[in-house]
Nanobody, 127 residues
Framework: DVQLVESGGGSVQAGRPLRLSCAASGFTISRYCIGWFRQAPGKEREVIMVIDTGDGRTYDADSVKGRFTFSQRNAENTVYLQMSGLQPEDTAVYYC?????????????????????WGQGTQVTVS
């Protein structure tokens, strides 16, 4: 079965860093388009980063540009979201997602419908 499992969320003080992990099973994560999304209470799920793991191209939302970075460890079939300079407005449930079907070029994908596999989400709370 295809599965994505996030971890690393928690409660942190403003300005502190946090790293989220997204471990994949059932498929090779480095072959597909990966997205990181977040959903704050009462708000829609929004894309914050899209990564073409094949050519390394990324899309970063303005809200996280310069603060969040992506990395991957192919041997562990895991991708990471390194978050720095966290602010209270970054409080949300964070999701990783994978797109294993054709369609739009990877880094043009912006909506949840562009991705077909999702992790369960991990809560990040910044105070």
């Amino acid at each position: 079965d295809v599965q994505l499992v996030e971890s690393g969320g928690g409660s942190v003080q403003a300005g502190r860093p946090l790293r989220l992990s997204c471990a994949a099973s059932g498929f090779t994560i480095s072959r597909y388009c990966i997205g990181w999304f977040r959903q704050a209470p009462g708000k829609e799920r929004e894309v914050i980063m899209v990564i073409d793991t094949g050519d390394g191209r990324t899309y970063d939302a303005d809200s996280v540009k310069g603060r969040f970075t992506f990395s991957q460890r192919n041997a562990e079939n895991t991708v990471y979201l390194q978050m720095s300079g966290l602010q209270p407005e970054d409080t949300a449930v964070y999701y990783c997602a994978a797109a294993t079907f054709g369609g739009s070029y990877c880094v043009w994908r912006r909506t949840p419908a562009d991705f077909n596999y999702w992790g369960q989400g991990t809560q990040v709370t910044v105070s």
